[in-house]
Every structure is written in structure tokens, then in C-alpha cells.
């Protein structure tokens, strides 16, 4: 006897076990997640990448979200999660992207969890921190993996985010702040390279410390042999200290590295404007070890910076190799740019309209002093600022 389905179709059976199947795959990846996300520390997160899958689980702070705490005591408990669950979703949303390349991820579920923290025994009223689970789907495994993150919280130590992201046996982490806010996980080596190149060269540039440190070295005498002794002692130094203290075997709190930094500028700038027959510390070797222990300290400030904006961290020593490059870099330019514009200095104090003041040019407006002279005021309103903050 032939048995018939009468017409039953198994196939949509079979569409809805296997939609089941995976919801329950995917509940089961996020729930082990969570069995350990829950001790996260806040401004914290892990990015797990999974063929075509991502699986993010991020600690956020409480105070980067509006119209959520209900009773305004700066923590989200479970029945303010599940009032504005929605609202959630779509600040963090808005406010985390995921893409591969150009191309985004297709976000399928963004969970909030209100978890108390067992080293906090009031945090049972609220967390200050929620932890969001998402997965974010590719058409393709992501091979260029970019996080775009903008959720930020309110209160001091709230102002930056620590990722570590897991591709199989590689991870990297990566630390995003609101001056630094994308990042491209996995890169090619010559790809990071070129990236710390142009941040170091940035920040060299960029960093009125460091540029006015510089200014104060090369004004203080002419000539490439004593230009490429002090240059060549503070790359040196400052490349020493940062490896040092990028790797972990050198460690000081930039409140004592931020306040020796700009006393350095003010040293630097008083021994240039003292008589020279006054002193033997313009004697070239002395001042050259004067700058290698002055680029020391500006190493670990590189280092500060470096750290803020978040190290590569599957390839560590190239991170280092091209922020040094970078600053390198950037030192020449600002070589070159001191020498263009101190061949228009001398062009304007012969010009025919100054001659009544060459005598005032050839004196006092000469340019260690004019720039030694900004570089004590400027350096001592830093120190003072950076040792009452």
C-alpha cells in the first residue's frame, strides 16, 4: 500500500527547523558570552569574528544614554533595561557601526543587560555600565573588519573604549576615544605601517609641547653637524623610552611625565638665552646629553599618546617602528620649515625699511631669543598647569 502526504508540503517544515535551529545557535553563543561578559569592566569589550558572523559584547556607561534612568541615580536596572529597550537599541546602534571595508554589517540583534558588578555591593540598586551583545552579519567572511564608535560616557574614565577582537588564532586590541573614533582590525603589515607613519608625523606636528622642545634645539645654534648631534640624540632617547614603555618594562604616570616635559621646554629655553661665556652646559657634548635625557622624558609622553590612541596589536613592533618613523619625519619638516623662515627673518632685518633697527635685530630680536623667550613663558604656564591639575 503507497502511503501519500496528501499534499503536505515538508519543505517550509524544514525552512522553520532550520530558522530554529539557528536562533538556538545563536542564543547558545551569546548566552556563553554573557556567562563571562558580566565581569567585563565598564568601557570594555570583546569583538569574536566567526565566518560570516560577528558577535560583540561592549560595556558601555550609563551616563552615555538619555531618557533611560528612570529614577536619575546615575545607574540602569533590570526594570529600566526592559521599559526602554528600544531606546537602547537605538542609541547604540546609531552609535556602533561594523563594516567590512565600505560595505556595512547587516546588525541582527542588539541585546542590553543591566549586570550588577559583585565588586560593587550597592550596584544591585543599578549598574553604571550596560552590557549591550550584538551580531552583525556579512555577506562574506570580513576581511577588513572597521568599527565606527561614537558612544561615549559623561564621566571621568568614561572617555574611551577597549576593544580586543579574535579572528580564529589572531587578536588585536585596539583602545577608541572620542579623538580617535574608527579602527580597521587585522590589517596588512605595510597597511599599519603607513598609518603609524602618518600619526606620528601628525603628532609631532600637532603637539605644541613637542614642536616648541624642538624649536628651543634647533634656534639654539647653526650648522647641520650640531642640528644632526641634538636631533639624532633625541630620536635616540625618545625611541628607547617608547619601545620601553609601550612593551610594558617601563611604566610612569603621566602625572609626573606630563609636568617634567614642559620643565624641560623651560630648561632648554634659559640655557639658550644665557651668555654663552657664562656656562660649559652649550659645550656639544653636554648639551647633547642634556637632550638624550630630555628625549627620554618626551619618549614616555609619546608613549602616553600612543596608548590613548591604541597600539596595533598584532603587530606590535611595527606599531612602534612606523609612530617613530612618523616622528622622525615630522622633526625634518620642522628643520626645514625653521630654516625657510630664518632665511626670511635675515632677509627682512637687512631689508632697507629695518635698518634703522639692525641693531635691535642683531641684539635682542634674534631668533633663539625671540623663540627661547616664548618657550619660557609658555613652558612655565604648562608646568604650573600640569602640576595644580
Same mark, same amino acid.
Given at each position: /500500500?503507497r502511503h501519500r502526504n496528501h499534499g503536505v508540503n515538508v519543505r ?26 558580566? /565581569? ?70 542588539? /541585546? ?11 550596584? %544591585? ?12 552579519? +556579512? ?11 561614537? #558612544? ?32 580597521? +582590525? ?44 641634538v636631533l639624532t640624540s633625541f630620536t635616540v632617547a625618545h625611541s ?5 614603555? =609601550? +612593551? ?18 623651560? %630648561?632648554?629655553?634659559?640655557?639658550? %638665552? ?17 637632550? #638624550? ?12 599618546? =600612543? ?46 625699511? /629695518?635698518?634703522?633697527?639692525?641693531? %635691535? +635685530? ?28
Open positions: /500500500m517550509p517544515r524544514i525552512g522553520t527547523w532550520a530558522r530554529a535551529i539557528a536562533r538556538t545557535a545563536l542564543v547558545v553563543t551569546l548566552v556563553s558570552t554573557a556567562a563571562w561578559a558580566h /565581569m567585563m569592566p565598564a568601557q570594555q569589550g570583546t569583538l569574536n569574528i566567526i565566518d560570516h558572523a560577528v558577535f560583540v559584547a561592549l560595556s558601555l556607561p550609563v551616563s552615555g544614554l538619555s531618557g533611560v534612568d528612570d529614577n536619575a541615580d546615575g545607574r540602569l536596572s533590570w526594570p529600566e533595561v526592559a521599559a526602554h529597550v528600544a531606546v537602547i537599541q537605538g542609541a547604540v546602534s546609531s552609535r556602533i557601526h561594523l563594516s567590512d571595508g565600505e560595505t556595512p554589517g547587516r546588525l541582527d540583534l542588539v /541585546m542590553p543587560r543591566a549586570e550588577p558588578d559583585e565588586r560593587d555591593s550597592t550596584s %544591585l540598586a543599578g549598574s553604571t555600565s550596560v552590557l549591550v551583545l550584538m551580531k552583525a552579519t +556579512f555577506g562574506a567572511p570580513p576581511r577588513a573588519l572597521r568599527i565606527d564608535a561614537t #558612544f561615549f560616557g559623561t564621566k571621568p574614565g568614561e572617555r574611551q573604549l577597549t576593544i580586543k577582537a579574535t579572528r580564529g588564532t589572531e587578536t588585536e586590541a585596539v583602545v577608541l576615544t572620542p579623538a580617535r573614533t574608527t579602527h580597521v +582590525f587585522f590589517r596588512a603589515p605595510l597597511q599599519v605601517l603607513r598609518d603609524y607613519v602618518v600619526v606620528g608625523a601628525a603628532h609631532i606636528l600637532g603637539g605644541t609641547d613637542h614642536l616648541l622642545f624642538l624649536l628651543t634645539l634647533i634656534v639654539a645654534a647653526a650648522g647641520w653637524r650640531y642640528w644632526l648631534g628607547v623610552a617608547l619601545s620601553l614603555s =609601550m +612593551f610594558g618594562l617601563v611604566r610612569v604616570p603621566p602625572t609626573i611625565v606630563e609636568p617634567l616635559i614642559a620643565a624641560s621646554i623651560v %630648561l632648554m629655553a634659559i640655557l639658550n %638665552l644665557r651668555p654663552r661665556g657664562t656656562s660649559t652646559a652649550f659645550a656639544p657634548s653636554r648639551r647633547i646629553a642634556l637632550v #638624550f635625557a630630555c628625549g627620554l622624558l618626551h619618549g614616555l609622553g609619546f608613549a602616553g599618546s =600612543m596608548a590613548d590612541m591604541g597600539l596595533h596589536g598584532a603587530y606590535r613592533v611595527t606599531s612602534i617602528v612606523g609612530f617613530n618613523v612618523g616622528i622622525e619625519l615630522g622633526q625634518v619638516l620642522v628643520l626645514l620649515a625653521i630654516l625657510a623662515l630664518g632665511r626670511v627673518w635675515q632677509q627682512v632685518a637687512r631689508s632697507s625699511a /629695518m635698518r634703522p633697527y639692525g641693531r %635691535l +635685530f642683531a641684539t635682542t630680536l634674534t631668533p633663539v631669543r625671540v623663540v627661547s623667550g616664548v618657550a619660557v613663558v609658555l613652558g612655565s604656564l604648562w608646568l604650573v598647569e600640569r602640576v595644580t591639575a
